[in-house]
């Protein structure tokens, strides 16, 4: 069974339509299912004044799905980013078909699809939220903290007692060191000695508590891949996607026997990246990190973090419960 996953997709859509097609012809294969790791961007309307105004400028494609003119091809699953039609997905909190073929997984928990276990906590973290109740999504700023996940989320998706996927948005801290190719880039403006703390330590505990054989995940827009070794003989492989702006590292294609991924490739060509036996990390994605000219990326990410958000890539509060161990 062959799964393409993406990135962060805000909005455009047709692109990642024409991304199946094209690794489907060069495979000989039919996608059985496209995993979409977060700011997906349901929208209804392409004007919706609720998508964040450094985000306009990107197609909102959702909208032709949402009239009917158009239908996705593959089913298209997504798992919840901090950029979304919250008001929407909260008439589905545990999940629920948007329009026919795109499916919301919800807020965290365990699915199975295609005979596989797929574990999901949806949005980032934010220390300031994170102990807060959620209010419904009504306004510019109820919508903006709609996208940070809660303690209660958390002990979901960690109450999950086994899985073969996780599916995140923000990437679970620990998984870059300072000599990686991400910190060296200085991706996202990120200083060097800062990446051992980008990405969140919730996350990373659901990683080691949960072990799976793979973690998907997007939000800083830059592709990343690393191999975790547990101590109990476990290996869970973690790939992060570029956003849906180019295919070679926004764009990952898994070939599943059973609950065994046999191959693995970037991009639409159908080269194969990776197999059981090869290693897992940066040699497949060093070279598909790209630096965004600063003016674009404010375009992009949004300008400057709030100060939710702040704590989030650069100055964590705290340490992971349960560090993995990074190769
Ligand atoms: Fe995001």
């Known amino acids: 069974m062959l ?33 979409a790791v977060g700011d997906v961007e349901t929208f209804a309307t392409p004007d919706d004044h609720r998508r964040k ?3 306009r400028n990107m197609p909102a494609e959702f909208a032709a799905y949402a009239r009917g003119e158009r239908r ?19 008439r589905f909190p545990h999940g629920g078909e948007l329009v026919p073929g795109v499916r919301y997984l919800g807020r965290a928990g365990v699915r199975a699809m295609h005979g596989l276990r797929v574990a999901y906590l949806s949005g980032i973290y ?13 306004s510019a700023e109820s919508s903006k903290q709609a996208g940070y996940f809660r303690q209660a989320d958390v ?26 190719a991400v910190a060296r880039a200085g991706a996202r403006g990120i200083r060097q000695r800062h990446w051992p703390q980008v990405g969140n330590p919730h996350a ?70 990776w197999r059981p036996g090869q290693p897992w990390d940066e040699r497949q994605t060093a070279s598909r990190i790209r630096i965004e000219p600063r ?4 375009d992009e990410m949004g300008a400057a973090p709030s100060e939710d958000e702040a704590s989030e890539h650069s100055q964590p509060p705290s340490v992971p419960p349960s560090a993995p161990d990074v190769p």
Do not use: Y
């Not at 934010?126 to 009504?138: E, N, Q, V």
């Open 204 to 273: 990373a505990a659901v990683v080691s508590g949960l072990r799976p054989r793979w973690v998907l995940c997007g939000h800083l827009h830059v592709p990343h891949a690393a191999t975790l070794r547990w101590d109990d003989g476990r290996v869970t492989r973690v790939a992060c996607l570029d956003q849906a702006a180019r295919p070679d590292g926004g764009f990952l294609w898994m070939r599943w026997e059973g609950n065994i991924v046999r191959a693995v490739g970037w991009g639409t060509s159908g080269e194969v990246n």
């Open 295 to 298: 003016e674009r990326r404010g």
């Open 72 to 90: 996705m091809r593959r089913e298209f699953v997504f798992v919840g980013g901090n950029n979304e039609d919250f008001e929407d997905l909260e």
């Open 3 to 35: 799964v393409a996953v993406v990135g962060d997709v805000h909005g455009r859509f047709f692109r990642v339509e024409e991304w199946v097609e094209e690794l489907e012809k060069n495979l000989g294969e039919p996608v059985a299912a496209v995993w």
């Open 126 to 138: 934010a220390p300031t939220r994170f102990d807060r109740p959620r209010m419904p999504a009504t």
């Open 155 to 180: 002990d979901l998706v960690r109450a999950v007692p086994s899985a073969d996927v996780l599916m995140l948005h923000e990437w679970p801290r620990g998984i870059a060191g300072r000599d990686s």
């Open 53 to 55: 105004s450094t985000k």
